[in-house]
Every structure is written in structure tokens, then in C-alpha cells.
């Protein structure tokens, strides 16, 4: 049963365009998180919020910007996509430790 | 940081037959240690989470073994169906309190189930 929701499950954009995700959970959890899943299904962590604060950034180029308005929801921009920025998009959220993830959204760039 | 090595990147084997993964991981203080699976097309689903206390754990087709001496989670499944075709996904974490970087995925699995 779904319980993280994320919007659109696939996105294909132009080099240059701006794209956002949308993700929200029903759980009540106070973390979420954005994950990309590159082709060779490698998981890097991007951001994680605690219940609207960020608290992990994972060197991610300054294009991407998670936005949050309160603990269940976590949206992701992306100002000026780039080839490199095709990829599964994985929002998740977590207690006590572990994560359930939304369906994904899949970007891709042309 | 915790470093975790998954292994094989890929495996096949004969519907009936067997499959084998391991993690290794190098954090002693490793505390939680979970099993996702992702179909194709799909998200990552649990399949098992493990405590440091246990450990053998079995699940639906499926035994988890966590060997802490030696830092090694092992996903074992049995009599493998076309169903169990699928990414496969260890990930281990330090600690009891929630954060990103607490947890750290394995590269993945790529297991196909030839009939």
C-alpha cells in the first residue's frame, strides 16, 4: 500500500528547462528524504529533511533546491536541467530508521 | 564512513535453483540492517529489516543471515521463482536515531530468474 506519493512518475524536459517533483506522505513521519537512482540503479542520497529542516546535503550541484512546507511534504527543484540529470528521482520518508519509498519519478533529459 | 560492498552486481539462476547475496559492511556499530527489493519499472519495497541481535531471520521464501563477527548480511533465497526477478538492495545503519547519513545503501543486485 502506497503511503509516499509523488508527482509526475516521469518527466521529459529539454536541456536548460526548469522541473520540480512533488512528494508527500501519509505515515506522519517527521523525515524525508530525496535519492537519486542513476541508470546502473546506484542509490545517492541528495537531501534529507527533518521535519522542515534540512540536515543532510549531499554535494549536489546548486541546480538542485528541496523545498518544504511542512513535515509531509518535500518537493525537489531543478533550475536548468542537464543530461547528467536524467535519472529516478526516489522520495522516501522514515521512522524509526527505516525508509518507505514513493514510486519514483523518472527524468529525462534531452 | 561505513562502507558497504554488495555482491554479485549481477546474478542469474534456473527457477528452483537458489540465489545467494551478500553485504559486507565495515561500521562495528552497525545497528539496522535491511533487505529492499525493486522490480522493474517499481520502487524499492522492503523485504527484511534486521536487527544487530539477530541473526537469522526468515521471511517468505527467503532467510536473511548476519554474521557481525565478520560484518556480513547475506539475502539467501530459496527455490527462486520468476517472481523473485528483480533489483535487490542491502542497506545498513549506525545507530537508533533517524538522519541520511546514518545509512548507507550497497551498489544493488541485478538478479534474473531463467525458467
Known amino acids: 500500500e502506497t503511503a509516499v506519493f509523488q508527482t509526475p512518475n516521469y518527466h521529459v524536459t529539454q536541456v536548460g528547462n526548469e522541473v520540480s517533483f512533488n512528494c508527500k506522505q501519509t505515515l506522519g513521519h517527521d523525515t524525508m528524504y530525496w535519492y537519486k537512482q542513476d541508470s546502473k540503479k546506484l542509490l545517492k542520497i541528495m537531501f534529507s529533511?527533518?521535519?522542515?529542516?534540512?540536515?543532510v546535503n549531499e554535494t549536489v550541484p546548486r541546480r538542485f533546491s528541496p523545498q518544504s512546507s511542512d513535515k509531509a511534504h518535500l518537493n525537489l527543484r531543478i533550475k536548468s536541467v542537464e543530461p547528467e540529470d536524467s535519472a529516478v528521482y526516489l522520495c522516501?520518508?522514515?521512522?524509526?530508521?527505516?525508509?518507505?519509498f514513493g514510486e519514483g519519478s523518472k527524468l529525462t533529459v534531452l | 564512513g561505513e562502507q558497504v560492498e554488495q555482491r554479485p552486481p549481477h546474478l542469474s539462476v534456473r527457477e528452483g535453483d537458489s540465489a545467494v547475496i551478500t553485504c559486507t559492511y565495515t561500521?562495528?556499530?552497525?545497528?539496522?540492517f535491511f533487505w529492499y527489493k525493486q522490480e522493474p519499472g517499481a520502487s524499492l519495497q522492503l523485504l527484511m529489516k534486521?536487527?544487530?541481535?539477530?541473526e537469522i531471520n526468515e521471511g517468505q521464501g527467503f532467510t536473511v543471515l548476519l554474521n557481525k563477527k565478520d560484518k556480513r548480511l547475506s539475502l539467501n533465497l530459496t527455490a527462486a521463482h520468476p517472481g523473485d526477478s528483480a533489483a535487490y538492495f542491502c542497506a545498513v545503519r549506525r545507530g537508533n536515531t533517524e538522519g541520511a547519513d546514518r545509512l548507507t545503501f550497497g551498489k544493488g543486485t541485478q538478479l534474473i530468474i531463467q525458467p
Open positions: 529533511y527533518n521535519n522542515k529542516q534540512l540536515i
Open positions: 522516501a520518508s522514515s521512522y524509526p530508521g527505516q525508509l518507505y
Open positions: 534486521v536487527f544487530s541481535s539477530t
Open positions: 561500521d562495528p556499530n552497525s545497528y539496522y
